[in-house]
């Protein structure tokens, strides 16, 4: 089956540091992938939609130059946390679709900021 | 706004029971929906996608849809303890390239053994 390999697991930094969490499909190439967000007790929330190629997509109310997205290959997806602070904690999740393949997840980033 | 409503539970069941799971969704032009399960700090994995009007079953589960009511459940059969997880129900609205996926706020389950 589809496997979408997401690195780190998870990752502590600083306030004010920058994050790269990466996205990777291993056996299909990706057209487009999605980043989630989800605090505590809370559902996946949507924060962009990435095609290969071209800039990614925001939803309202996330900040697209503190959550830098690039999509620059049909098999890699990164989304940089830049100048993290506290409330950036949270589980960061990409899902990916392919040609005949359905949404598939990544196994999730948990960002620690301190 | 499309919304996607459950439950939040928790959903408590013993050990054998069916537990059924609920799900309302406000776009009646949504054409696929899905149900996922999520244990506690994982990603959701896929349990069942339904396209159409009707029943769905894949071994324990059978997913239902009912396009008129704008209403999906799911059903676990035999319930088991392994069971216990969040249940996210989740909404594709649009047809073509939008793949863009709505997600509800999920239903604890517990299954007592």
């Known amino acids: 089956g589809a496997v979408v390999s997401q690195h780190p697991s998870w990752v502590i930094c600083k306030s004010g540091t920058s994050v790269k969490i990466e996205c990777r499909s291993l056996?299909?190439?990706?057209?487009?992938m999605f980043w989630y967000r989800q605090f505590p007790k809370q559902s996946l929330m949507l924060m962009a939609t990435s095609n290969e190629g071209s800039k990614a997509t925001y939803e309202q109310g996330v900040e697209k130059d503190k959550f830098l997205i690039n999509h620059a290959s049909l098999t890699l997806s990164t989304l940089t946390v830049t100048s993290a602070h506290p409330e950036d904690s949270s589980f960061y999740i990409c899902s990916a679709v392919g040609q005949g393949y359905g949404y598939t997840f990544g196994s999730g980033t948990r960002l620690t900021v301190v | 706004q499309k919304e996607v409503e459950q439950n939040s539970g928790p959903l408590s069941v013993p050990e054998g029971a069916i537990a059924s799971l609920n799900c309302t969704y406000s776009?009646?032009?949504?054409?696929?929906f899905f149900w996922y399960r999520q244990y506690s700090g994982k990603s959701p994995e896929l349990i069942m996608s339904?396209?159409?009007?009707g029943d769905k079953e894949d071994g324990r589960f059978t997913a239902q849809l009912n396009k008129a009511s704008q209403y999906v459940s799911l059903l676990i059969r035999d319930s088991q303890p392994s069971d216990s997880a969040t249940y996210l129900c989740?909404?594709?609205?649009?047809?073509?390239?939008?793949?863009?996926?709505?997600f509800g706020k999920g239903t604890l389950l517990t299954v007592n053994p």
């Open positions: 056996d299909f190439q990706a057209t487009t």
């Open positions: 776009d009646r032009g949504s054409q696929s």
């Open positions: 339904i396209y159409s009007n």
């Open positions: 989740a909404v594709n609205h649009g047809g073509g390239s939008n793949y863009k996926l709505t």
